[in-house]
């Protein structure tokens, strides 16, 4: 069994259970080279994707799941950084939900329901939508807590 | 029960259960049909029968049966029972419940059986404010309910308990709930649902009036009689509490929980419709946002 990881996330895999990475701009799944995934996890990094590019990944990633596979997608909660913004609350946290770093540069923020749209388009049924902290580490050692939506969703064409 | 088609069925079959009032406003049916409509056009599912009991008004004059070509003067509980007796003896492996006050939108069935959920629900929301839609969760410290609040839009979560205005449910949420119970009479009369695993000893023939020591409350309790033709409580009003919390409780005790499907939204009609805006705006202007 294969898991496909994108975003710098720690996962602990049962034995047997192979584990590849990928950046989320470079994705080419090949079913007959590389077999099929049972599930997909994609942290923190839908943003990096340019607005037209999202549909074409979401796709990808379907097609390279088992039937009933499932992808797990954490995305910075778009409600939570706009709150803060209008009510003039906004923080370092909130500039980073919105803007990504230097590094990783986000190009599109995202809505729990814009997020679930793009799941169903790309025919996935979405089983679980919920908000979740991320708990992320700076290169200077500070623990962050990052809002996301949290979304599980199935292939099961 | 199996049938024979069964095996030559390819989309679920989903009876309705709708529990109703005298009256019902021409929105809610206009609504409603068009619901079925969408369902039948789509595909997705195959209607099977339309169980329909009175009456919606919550809860304690939800009282006669009309689906069943009679009249009844029992209370919602009661009726549900009557519902869930026949889908039970039916062939459908969901049932879809409704109230003739809640007005599901196009294609609500399947939405919520995309959802992979053995008992999950729609919104509808409360017609006062807080406007908060009918769906809680248990309060860790009181064993209280409180009503969910200020979730993203399209949050699809579990929780600990849904109204049944808009809710469907697999039959073996029923089945696992009456296998894993047993049922025994008060002593008014009334019947007790209670885990199997938290049933030991033997049930003494002693009657006592009920008493409380040191703050535990002792009742005498006995077996069903065999004679006792009352359905399996899966519903009940106790404690000035709705019967939706009851049956939560049960299937909770099975191992499931109820989720809720913030995209499937429902209007709730009562004098005034009440509409996901009136839960927004409150929304808005509690967070100083309007």
Request: charged share 25%; proline share 5%.
């Amino acid at each position: 069994m294969k898991i496909a990881v994108f975003g710098n996330m720690d996962i602990e895999a049962d034995a047997g259970v192979e584990v590849r990475r990928f950046e989320i701009t470079s994705f080419y799944p090949n079913e007959k080279i590389d077999g099929l995934y049972y599930r997909i996890f994609v942290s923190n990094c839908m943003p990096e994707l340019p607005r037209e590019a999202v549909m074409d990944f979401l796709k990808k990633a379907h097609d390279a799941l088992e039937v009933n596979g499932e992808i797990i997608v954490q995305v910075p909660m778009a409600e939570f950084a706009a709150k803060q913004l209008f009510t003039n609350k906004a923080d370092p946290i909130t500039y980073y939900m919105l803007y990504g770093t230097d590094e990783h540069p986000f190009r599109a923020c995202y809505t729990m329901l814009q997020m679930r749209t793009l799941l169903a388009r790309a025919k996935f049924n979405v089983k679980e939508a919920t908000e979740a902290i991320l708990k992320l580490t700076t290169t200077d050692g500070e623990e962050l807590n990052l809002p996301v939506h949290n979304l599980v969703a199935v292939r099961n064409d | 029960m199996a049938s024979e088609l069964d095996s030559k069925r390819t989309r679920p079959l989903v009876d309705i259960g709708v529990a109703c009032n005298t009256n019902q406003t021409f929105q809610w049916w206009s609504t409603v049909m068009l619901m079925l409509l969408s369902e039948e056009k789509s595909g997705n599912i195959e209607i099977g029968q339309l169980r329909t009991v009175g009456s919606a008004v919550p809860d304690h004059n939800k009282n006669n049966i009309i689906g069943d070509s009679k009249r009844r003067t029992r209370l919602t509980d009661y009726n549900r029972q009557e519902v869930t007796k026949g889908f039970l003896s039916g062939e459908a492996e969901w049932i879809f419940w409704m109230d003739d006050d809640t007005a599901p939108p196009l294609n609500a069935i399947t939405g919520l059986l995309h959802s992979g959920h053995d008992f999950v629900a729609g919104a509808y929301f409360m017609t006062a404010e807080p406007y908060h839609p009918i769906a809680y969760r248990k309060m860790p410290d009181n064993g209280l309910y409180a009503p969910i609040y200020n979730y993203p839009d399209g949050a699809l979560m579990q929780v600990d308990s849904v109204g049944f205005g808009c809710t469907l449910v697999h039959r073996s949420v029923y089945e696992k709930i009456r296998d894993a119970h047993t049922v025994f009479e008060r002593h008014n009369g009334a019947l007790l649902v209670v885990p199997n695993d938290m049933v030991t000893g033997n049930v003494g023939d002693d009657y006592f009036e009920p008493y409380v020591k040191d703050g535990v409350y002792y009742e005498h309790i006995k077996a069903k009689s065999e004679d006792d033709d009352r359905q399996f409580p899966f519903y009940q009003l106790e404690h000035g509490r709705t019967e939706d919390h009851y049956f939560c409780e049960l299937a909770a005790h099975v191992g499931v929980k109820p989720w809720l499907d913030t995209t499937v939204v429902c209007t709730h009609y009562k004098t005034m419709p009440t509409t996901k805006d009136n839960y927004t705006e409150f929304l808005l202007k509690e967070t100083g946002l309007a």
